[in-house]
Structures are given as structure tokens and as C-alpha cells.
């Protein structure tokens, strides 16, 4: 399976700063996912991120604040912009190997960036 | 929407005890299962999925057989050991109006094995 690297791995930010986190996988893969893993809580899905087009965001989730990009299909960022203590959490990248269209592929995650905001 | 429910943790076992934890789901169509294992400080790992009704799947001495019948994937285990001491997530694959296809999570149980 694909190995996914994230950096960082953890950051201690400031109010009101703005965090860029970086998704790199060792494969071509077509579909790349953003989570938030709230402490002690599941993951939550905040976006889709396919090459070549826009990411798609789930509900309760903004481009503004959670810009992201992916240039090409080994690479992907997340950005969480304009940071407040509610956004520490664990934030994992996730690729689908495939079209993502096959019900049954797994994802698989990165190690995470723990991120808490003072 | 779909979605996936565990049994609460921690559970608390010792070595060499059998396991079993919950999860049952809620699907309008022919999901896809799974279990993920997060152990502290990494990630979530694939532990094993199933794809349709009767089918086990199993990895590490850890099964799960997904029952249509009564919407269940339990995982299981004869002998835990300490290095099983982890965070289990359920999860299901639900198809959506683009075709493709996204993960539902349930809310995780935390798994302690004492020696």
C-alpha cells in the first residue's frame, strides 16, 4: 500500500496564525482526503482533494478556512487559516488507490499533525 | 446518511483474554467494511475489511464477518496481547450521488490489554 508522509507532525501555533500542512505519498494516487481527529473523538471528513480540480468540502467545512491544494497526484497541503484553540486537533491526510469509484478500496492515512493552538 | 456504531470504551482485558467489540451499522445500499486500528501516537491502519454479506475478513489473529441479517461487523480476537492495545475504529463505504465513494467512521473504542 501507499506510504503517506505528513509534515509536520505536530505544531504548537498562535491565535490567529495560519498553519500549511504537507501530505506526500511515495505513488501516484488519484484520490487524497483531509480528516480532523478531534481529541478523544472520530475522524471527520473536511475535504476531497483530486488533481486537477477544486477540493470539495463537507458540510460545516469552508475553503476559506481550510484551504487546500493539490498540484499534482503525489502531493497535497492543507491549510488552516486564522487559527483559534477549537482548531487543535489531529489533522490526517488519506489516499484511495484507484478511481475511488470501486465501493471496497480502503484509504490509507498518514501518522498525522498534531496541532494545538495557545 | 449511513452511519456506524460502536460500543463504548475502554475495554479492559488481560492477556490472553478473547475480545470482542461491537459495531453495527445503518446503510441504505451494500456498503463496504471496515476495522482501523490506531495505535497512540500514529495514525489509523487498514486492520481488515469485508466487502459483501458472509464474508470474514481477518488479519493479525483479528476477524470479522459482515452480517447483513443483523447490519453487524464485530471484530474479534481469541488471545489478546499487550502490543494490541490500541484504538479501533469501524467504518463503512457509502457510494454518494458522484459515484464516489466515502468512509464513515464509527466513534472508536479504546482497547487496554494488561499483562
Known amino acids: 500500500s501507499a506510504v503517506i508522509s505528513q509534515k509536520p507532525s505536530r505544531d504548537i501555533c498562535q491565535r490567529g496564525t495560519s498553519l500549511t500542512i504537507q501530505c506526500q505519498v511515495d505513488?501516484?494516487?488519484?484520490?487524497m482526503f483531509w480528516y480532523r481527529q478531534q481529541p478523544g473523538q472520530s475522524l471527520t471528513l473536511i475535504a476531497t482533494?483530486?488533481?486537477?480540480?477544486?477540493?470539495?468540502?463537507e458540510s460545516g467545512f469552508v475553503i476559506d478556512k481550510f484551504p487546500i491544494s493539490r498540484p499534482n497526484l503525489t502531493f497535497s497541503t492543507l491549510t488552516v487559516s486564522n487559527m483559534s484553540p477549537e482548531d487543535s486537533s489531529i489533522y490526517l491526510c488519506s489516499v484511495m488507490e484507484g478511481t475511488g469509484k470501486v465501493l471496497g478500496q480502503p484509504q490509507h492515512f498518514g501518522d498525522g499533525t498534531r496541532l494545538s493552538i495557545l | 446518511g449511513d452511519s456506524v456504531t460502536q460500543m463504548e470504551g475502554p475495554v479492559t482485558l488481560s492477556e490472553e483474554a478473547f475480545l470482542t467489540i461491537n459495531c453495527t451499522y445503518t446503510a441504505t445500499g451494500y456498503p463496504s467494511l471496515f476495522w482501523y486500528v490506531q495505535y497512540p501516537g500514529e495514525g489509523l491502519q487498514l486492520l481488515l475489511k469485508a466487502t459483501k454479506a458472509d464474508d470474514k475478513g481477518s488479519n493479525k489473529g483479528f476477524e470479522a464477518t459482515y452480517r447483513k441479517e443483523t447490519t453487524s461487523f464485530h471484530l474479534e480476537k481469541g488471545s489478546v496481547q499487550v502490543s494490541d492495545s490500541a484504538v479501533y475504529f469501524c467504518?463503512?463505504?457509502?457510494?454518494?450521488?458522484?459515484?464516489?465513494?466515502?468512509?464513515?467512521f464509527g466513534t472508536g473504542t479504546r482497547l487496554l490489554v494488561s499483562p
Open positions: 482533494a483530486n488533481q486537477g480540480s477544486e477540493a470539495t468540502y
Open positions: 505513488s501516484q494516487v488519484t484520490m
Open positions: 467504518a463503512l463505504s457509502e457510494r454518494r450521488n458522484t459515484g464516489f465513494q466515502k468512509l464513515v
